[in-house]
């Protein structure tokens, strides 16, 4: 399984981004794929998170109503659209994915791993 995210840069607060992810080699079509983020000093923080078995979607509180995730219809793109972006959005971004599916997003620790792209919000 190979995750590629990409989409990441400098934007102003309030802005918008929209981060892709490249993904190949599952092995099925029940799989859980999503995002995570990170600041240096602190633990990896799950963003947003969808089950391909029937497209349920989770967010993180600090971003719901913000940020979409999506697929396109190959499910071979996952996206993250971020929208009126905050300083503290600022981390690097990381797609993440495993087989099957998970029980509670806030304990869902993925197996594979993408390489991250930075997302940096100016106040």
């Known amino acids: 399984v190979q995750l590629v995210e990409s989409g990441g840069g400098l934007v102003q607060a309030g802005g918008s981004l929209r981060l892709s992810c490249t993904t190949s080699?599952?092995?099925?079509?029940?799989?859980?794929i999503g995002w995570f983020r990170q600041v240096p000093g602190k633990e990896r923080e799950g963003v947003s998170a969808?089950?391909?078995?029937?497209?349920?979607?989770y967010y993180a509180d600090s971003v719901k109503g913000r940020f979409t995730i999506f697929s396109d219809n190959t499910k071979a793109m996952v996206y993250l659209q971020m929208n009126s972006l905050k300083p503290e959005d600022t981390a690097v971004y990381y797609c993440?994915?495993?087989?099957?599916?998970?029980?509670?997003?806030?304990?869902?620790?993925?197996?594979?791993w993408g390489q991250g792209t930075q997302v940096t919000v100016s106040s």
């Open positions: 969808m089950k391909s078995s029937d497209g349920t979607t």
């Open positions: 993440a994915a495993q087989r099957g599916t998970f029980l509670l997003f806030r304990l869902w620790k993925p197996d594979y």
């Open positions: 080699g599952f092995p099925s079509d029940d799989y859980a």
